[in-house]
C-alpha cells in the first residue's frame, strides 16, 4: 500500500455484463487474483487491499447505467462511501459519458459510427 496512482481511467462504455464490470474493475485497479467478484469484494478490495488513485476517471458512465442501472447505483455508492468513510485514501471520481470521450472533431461533427 501506500503507492498510489495519480489518475486511473477505466472504458465502462462496453460493460455488458455485473461479471464484466468486476473484472474490468479488478484488472484495471489491480486487485488480488482471488478477488470475489461481488459489491462486498470490491468495498474491501478498495477500503484495505489496493491504494486508489487520486482520480479515478469512468469513461462511459451513462451507457453503464443505462445497461446495467443497479450495478452503476452500487458502483457510485461504494466510492460515495468510501470519500466520506476515508477520505484521504478515496478517489476523486470523474463520471464521464460517452460524449465527452470522444476526439473534438468527432463530437463538433455530431457524425458517429453506430449513434
Not at 477505466?10 to 487474483?33: C, G, K, M, T, Y
Not at 463530437?107 to 453506430?114: D, E, I, Q
Request: with cysteine; net charge negative; glycine share 6%.
Amino acid at each position: 500500500m501506500n503507492d498510489r496512482k495519480s489518475e486511473v481511467t477505466i472504458d465502462l462504455s462496453d460493460v455488458a455484463s455485473p461479471l464484466e464490470l468486476q473484472q474490468r474493475l479488478s484488472r484495471s485497479l489491480e486487485f488480488p487474483n482471488w478477488y470475489g467478484k461481488n459489491w462486498d469484494a470490491f468495498w474491501d478490495a478498495i477500503t484495505g487491499l489496493v491504494d486508489m488513485p487520486h482520480q479515478l476517471r469512468l469513461l462511459g458512465w451513462q451507457t453503464l447505467e443505462n445497461r446495467l442501472p443497479l450495478d452503476a447505483e452500487l458502483l457510485r455508492a461504494c466510492l460515495e462511501k468510501m470519500q466520506k468513510a476515508l477520505p484521504g485514501s478515496a478517489s476523486t471520481v470523474v463520471y464521464d459519458s460517452e460524449r465527452d470521450t470522444l476526439p473534438d472533431a468527432v463530437r463538433s461533427s455530431g457524425r458517429v459510427k453506430g449513434f
